[in-house]
C-alpha cells in the first residue's frame, strides 16, 4: 500500500510585502496633495470674505 506525503506547507510561500518604500512614498505624497488643495480652497474663501467684509465696511 502506498502512502502519499503532503508536502505543502504555507510558511515557506512567499510572503508579501504590505507597506514597501514606494507605497508609503505614494501615500505621502497623495496626502501632501491633499493638504495643499485643501490650503488653497482656504486661502480662496478667506480672500472671498475679506472682500466681502471690506465690501459691507464700505457701505
Not at 510561500?13 to 490650503?39: N, Y
Amino acid at each position: 500500500m502506498s502512502q502519499q506525503i503532503n508536502l505543502f506547507n504555507p510558511i515557506f510561500l512567499k510572503q508579501r510585502k504590505r507597506l514597501t518604500a514606494a507605497s508609503m512614498g505614494a501615500a505621502l505624497g497623495a496626502l501632501a496633495l491633499a493638504l495643499l488643495a485643501l490650503a488653497w480652497q482656504t486661502r480662496n474663501n478667506l480672500e472671498g470674505l475679506r472682500h466681502e467684509a471690506s465690501a459691507a465696511a464700505a457701505q
